[in-house]
């Protein structure tokens, strides 16, 4: 409670993008999101984590792609239509960069109200829950809201972009 980058339920009130991996619901922040592209052709690299699934040429621009279901421990599953790439802002030690993650579908964007925002759940110290900003109950669901500043630790982000 005492951390100064902590936000309360009414800072996070906002539009967020809203996508499935598994069977769960996922919210980024819509100011963190650069564009939305569909599945399209990713280079591996070799002696990357295995969360990396290789770069993609966005219009010139060499982006890596992170596998969110593998950086989440979930079962992998074969590409499908719906697959997407959601291109994100990070920051990095050499400033913001442009990380594309990999997403099962993207749903839609919602604008989600302070009210309908609880604090992320206690698992003690064991369990690492900082990349989680709240949980949102919206449409008779629980999505839960990505600190994508978080999802990877510095040093991965880091790591990430200098593989661009």
Do not use: H
């Not at 922040?29 to 070799?46: D, H, Q, Y």
């Not at 579908?105 to 900082?130: M, N, Q, R, W, Y």
């Amino acid at each position: 409670m005492g951390d100064a980058n902590e936000k309360t339920a009414a800072d996070l009130a906002g539009k967020y993008l809203t996508f499935k991996l598994a069977d769960e619901e996922y919210g980024l922040e819509i100011l963190k999101v650069r564009e939305i592209i569909g599945m399209m052709a990713i280079t591996g690299l070799p002696r990357t984590p295995s969360f990396v699934r290789g770069v993609i040429n966005l219009r010139g621009k060499v982006i890596p792609v992170i596998d969110l279901r593998t950086k989440f421990g979930l079962n992998t599953t074969a590409d499908t239509a719906e697959t997407c790439i959601i291109v994100v802002d990070v920051t990095a030690s050499i400033g913001v960069v442009q990380i594309g993650i990999l997403v099962d579908t993207v749903s839609e964007v919602l604008d989600i109200l302070g009210k309908d925002i609880e604090d992320p759940p206690k698992f003690g110290t064991s369990v690492d829950t900082a990349f989680i900003l709240g949980m949102a109950k919206t449409k008779g669901a629980v999505k839960i809201l990505l600190n994508i500043e978080r999802v990877l630790s510095s040093e991965e982000i880091d790591s990430v972009a200098k593989v661009a």
